[in-house]
């Protein structure tokens, strides 16, 4: 009987173990994805974030990433390190204009069509691609001709590298045009049209890439995704790339540190300049400003500091205020949209310093124009201790005092100065309110 048993429970631990054999290729050959989530300008802090992404998913030998992307473009360099990044990643890299109301606009289409699968949310858009001029304008003449011509060239060597449309990539970037995911994907422009992520790749099951250079069969249907964000630095850095932060961090610091030089000891304006400049330092980096822009701005800051110390009726205040306006209008003029100062802004900044600065000096002219208040019939009001002696600390200074109504003067009482005879002998009334000293 126990042999019996014994061969029952030996028979059933390999019933088990079989079944765990066979379980085990099937669990670990479920596919893992990489979702990353893009919804930012494109610019040097996103652009690294992104890439060093997409290089994580190859180390942690990923099946494929997925750029969920919704972004209305940005600097043309960092574009281009993310697209050169997608077309040598050593696996297949998926964008996904997700999740509805996405729209992948400007630099967000080179990084489209340079993935291996192009899929869009069906309620997104992709296009408006057309070059703009530095400051915001539109570009002409044969300027327009090279950098037009050059940009439409590039996108279609991506859309035809993935034999995708290699007609819409110039209307995009010759006219602007912008399609919804219907329309994308009916003219071949788009992969693949899905809800959500989880469906998009059970449609992509068995999908080969079209590129000859990088070919691959893609099987996720039913992959463990796992979802990044960009983390609090590059939030932070991407919010501090902005032409109008950068000029607010940059005015701030340069007044902090004047403070400070003319305050010394406060320490904190200072402390808090120092931060502020540093990080306008840092967006200048990312963000080469006009060296003209920025001499303007220090002659206008310093023209605006040396009128509240000299005496030009503010002659100067306003050649500051004109070269601090002009300066910052031109600062980052070398940069495209969204990279541009706007307009308000300028107004606005040149509007709440004028008002400061006619506020100082009206309060100086002001306190000019005031009769000197010096001698001792300023003490006639002021409230004085009676102290030991007959005299009364007013003031911080010792009097010789008598008092108005004929009563002797007790040490410790609280009395106000009514008059100053001539011999410098104050007259004061107690005001019977005894204060222990």
Same mark, same amino acid.
């Given at each position: ?6 061969? !029952? ?5 390999? @019933?088990?173990?079989? $079944?765990?054999? +066979?379980? &085990?290729? %099937?669990? =670990?050959? /479920? ?109 002409? !003449? ?5 950098? @037009?011509?050059?940009? $439409?060239?590039? +996108?279609? &060597?991506? %859309?035809? =590298?993935? /034999? ?120 200048? $980096? ?152």
């Amino acid at each position: 009987m126990k042999v019996a048993v014994w061969r !029952g429970f030996l028979a059933s631990l390999g @019933v088990a173990a079989g $079944a765990l054999a +066979l379980a &085990a290729p %099937a669990l =670990a050959a /479920r596919p893992r994805v990489l979702a990353v989530k893009f919804a930012l300008d494109v610019n040097p802090p996103t652009a690294d974030y992104l890439k060093s992404e997409i290089d994580h998913a190859a180390r942690a030998r990923y099946d494929a990433v997925v750029i969920l992307l919704d972004t209305p473009g940005g600097l043309s360099d960092s574009m281009r390190s993310i697209y050169q990044k997608e077309l040598q990643s050593k696996l297949p890299v998926i964008v996904y204009v997700s999740p509805n109301g996405a729209r992948a606009a400007s630099a967000g289409v080179w990084i489209a069509q340079a993935a291996d699968v192009l899929a869009m949310s069906p309620v997104s858009n992709i296009g408006s691609s057309t070059p703009v001029a530095a400051g915001g304008g539109s570009i002409t !003449g044969d300027e327009r001709n090279k950098v @037009v011509n050059d940009a $439409a060239a590039s +996108l279609t &060597a991506l %859309a035809r =590298a993935h /034999r995708r449309n290699t007609v819409w990539p110039g209307n995009a970037v010759r006219a602007a045009s912008n399609l919804t995911a219907t329309e994308a994907l009916r003219m071949h422009v788009v992969d693949a049209i899905a809800p959500d992520l989880p469906t998009l790749l059970r449609q992509l099951d068995g999908y080969r890439t079209k590129d000859p250079q990088r070919p691959f069969t893609l099987h996720l249907a039913g992959a463990q995704i796992d979802t990044v964000s960009p983390g609090f630095l590059t939030k932070l850095l991407d919010t501090i790339i902005d032409p109008n932060l950068i000029s607010l961090l940059f005015l701030a610091g340069i007044a902090g540190l004047v403070f400070e030089v003319l305050h010394p000891g406060v320490v904190l304006p200072g402390a808090l300049g120092a931060v502020a400049l540093i990080a306008a330092l840092y967006g200048f $980096a990312v963000l080469t400003p006009s060296w003209g822009g920025l001499v303007l701005v220090l002659l206008g800051l310093t023209l605006l500091v040396v009128d509240l110390h000299a005496v030009t009726h503010g002659a100067l205040t306003v050649g500051g205020l004109v070269a601090l306006g002009f300066g910052l209008a031109l600062l980052f003029q070398n940069q495209s949209a969204p990279y541009r100062i706007d307009t308000w802004l300028v107004v606005g900044i040149g509007t709440t310093v004028a008002a400061l600065w006619a506020l100082a000096i009206g309060k100086g002219l002001a306190a000019r124009r005031r009769p000197v208040a010096v001698g001792a019939h300023t003490l006639v009001g002021a409230r004085g201790l009676v102290r030991p002696g007959g005299v009364v600390s007013v003031r911080g200074e010792l009097w010789s005092a008598r008092s108005s109504t004929g009563e002797p003067l007790v040490p410790g009482d609280e009395v106000v100065v009514e008059s100053v005879e001539r011999s410098l002998t104050l007259v004061v009334r107690p005001l019977r309110t005894r204060v222990h000293a």
